[in-house]
């Protein structure tokens, strides 16, 4: 025959009061912590060459399936305004990248180098009225996890 020992209602209590103001001051230290401020498109992450070079780029090898006013076609989704934007918001630059370079173009997946695709995303970001800066959107995906794409200015 099992026994159960009772503990005392007042040491529930006790213990319970000493956990919450543990877990609070918790929370306050992770919330007061100081992070990396995010970076949006918004904050001037690609150069007005980049997005010349990514032009002419895009006229050569997307434009037969997104339109040379970015407008989409039959299968191709637009790339530009709300069409764009209302698929990529929040998203961060690393994820556009990605897709461009698994998926595009769909007759021949892959044959895009890095540079490319980041030339032809800052042409997109300018063709979307993001602020050009003055450095050059970079090529690898970490930095481009830490742009996020926001459709309005924060």
């Not at 001051?25 to 990396?36: D, I, Q």
């Not at 997005?51 to 040379?68: D, L, P, S």
């Not at 039959?74 to 790339?79: F, K, N, Q």
């Not at 069409?83 to 044959?111: A, C, E, H, K, Y």
Request: glycine content about 8%; hydrophobic content about 40%; proline content about 7%.
């Amino acid at each position: 025959m099992l026994m159960r020992i009772r503990a005392p209602r007042w040491l529930a209590a006790s213990a319970l009061a000493a956990i919450v103001p543990l877990s609070a001051m918790h929370f306050e230290t992770r919330a007061s912590s100081p992070r990396s401020a995010a970076r949006t498109v918004w904050d001037s992450v690609y150069t007005v060459s980049q997005a010349a070079t990514g032009e002419a780029a895009y006229a050569k090898t997307c434009a037969r399936c997104h339109g040379a006013a970015l407008s989409g076609g039959d299968e191709s989704p637009p790339l530009t305004g709300s069409g764009f934007l209302g698929n990529w918001n929040g998203l961060p630059l690393s994820d556009l990248q990605t897709r461009i370079r698994t998926t595009m173009p769909t007759d021949s997946v892959g044959i895009y180098d890095r540079q490319l695709i980041t030339d032809v995303m800052a042409f997109l970001l300018k063709a979307n009225g993001f602020p050009a800066g003055s450095v050059d959107l970079p090529k690898d995906i970490e930095p481009l996890k830490e742009i996020t794409i926001q459709s309005s200015k924060p």
